[in-house]
């Protein structure tokens, strides 16, 4: 019960998922990550300590920016402009994350290395053949580019007042969700494969809530 009544809000996230996901009525889809943005929020403005607040709110920035590449996409109907600004937004929220997770300039460099040379492989190699676009095509990369500076920072954030141990698997599995997420609609809209694709939105998702409960484990209880 006592863990209930500190993660209730992520209950209520899983809760609205399984209701999209019964309905299919995206509104119940884009209210997961809103509500999630405004308990954030609140919670940051009532017991983030004075020194720490800018640095909290990145992640409901990064939440408000996830919504609204998400609304592009959802709607963008094969148009690559929308499917571009659907990307420039999801980019934007990497960027908060990094700003978030980036403490006293460290990056993991053997992560980063590690991810950027897989992911550019795997990008001229599948995937630049597969999209015409040449515009999608720079929207992509760069978004790869991120999106792998995003898990490495995470996974080199040091322990300290605003972070621990839980905090840190939290972000970082958060973080990954996404990356794996990305992944999987790259497979399905490129390469035209759907192995694993009815993981997307739950791996989606689960970024944000995970990240949420980050958030929840190091503000909730404060005085």
Not at 40 to 52: E, F, M, T
Not at 95 to 114: E, Q, S
Request: hydrophobic share 55%.
């Amino acid at each position: 019960m006592k863990l209930l009544s500190k993660y209730w809000p992520l209950a209520v996230a899983v809760i609205l998922y399984i209701l999209y996901a019964c309905t299919d009525i995206y509104w119940f889809r884009w209210s997961i990550i809103a509500f999630l943005l405004l308990y954030v929020l609140q919670l940051i403005l009532r017991k983030a300590p004075n020194g720490s607040i800018m640095r909290y709110l990145f992640v409901p920035l990064a939440f408000g920016f996830s919504i609204i590449g998400d609304m592009f996409l959802h709607y963008d109907e094969g148009r690559a402009p929308l499917f571009i600004a659907g990307v420039a937004f999801y980019f934007i929220a990497h960027v908060f994350y990094i700003c978030y997770t980036l403490r006293k300039g460290k990056v993991n460099w053997a992560m980063l290395a590690v991810l950027t040379a897989v992911f550019i492989a795997y990008y001229f190699w599948l995937l630049v053949p597969s999209i015409s676009n040449t515009g999608i095509r720079a929207a992509v990369l760069l978004y790869i580019l991120v999106s792998c500076l995003s898990v490495s920072c995470a996974s080199a954030m040091p322990y300290g007042p605003t972070m621990d141990k839980t905090a840190k698997l939290l972000v970082i599995t958060g973080i990954s969700s996404l990356l794996f997420s990305d992944f999987l609609i790259s497979l399905h809209d490129f390469m035209g494969i759907s192995t694993g694709y009815f993981l997307m939105l739950p791996t989606f998702y689960l970024s944000q809530i995970l990240v949420s409960g980050a958030v929840i484990h190091l503000l909730d209880g404060r005085d």
